[in-house]
């Protein structure tokens, strides 16, 4: 079991920055992968950024340039930094560790709201 408690979000001016974190707790031994997903009100869950315990990134295209994930395999914990945010980036970003092809973990979600 993997449980996830995201954090960092807000509102914030477009053009502004916002720093997303979420911390990984319970009974396993390594996370290899950790994920921010984001879902906008009527739209669907969305993959944001991904990273590996060795520190290989993905990015959405239209979050690249802008947002960096990044992590702490000490702390079991995941980050999202976002930069130059814009009123589309507004969302409900969610942490999500996969654990097997038929296994995720979800956090609760953490409310984005960019205003123009």
């Known amino acids: 079991q993997v449980q996830l408690v995201e954090s960092g979000g807000g509102l914030v001016q477009a053009g502004g920055s916002l720093r997303l974190s979420c911390a990984a707790s319970g009974s396993f031994y390594r996370i290899n992968v950790m994920a921010w997903y984001r879902q906008a009100p009527g739209k669907q869950r969305e993959l944001v950024a991904s990273i590996t315990s060795g520190g290989n990134a993905n990015y959405a295209d239209s979050v690249k340039g802008r947002f960096t994930i990044s992590r702490d395999n000490a702390k079991n914990t995941v980050y999202l930094q976002m930069n130059s945010v814009k009123p589309e980036d507004t969302a409900v970003y969610y942490c999500?560790?996969?654990?097997?092809?038929?296994?995720?973990?979800w956090g609760r979600g953490t409310q984005v709201t960019v205003s123009s």
């Open positions: 999500n560790v996969p654990r097997s092809p038929t296994t995720n973990y």
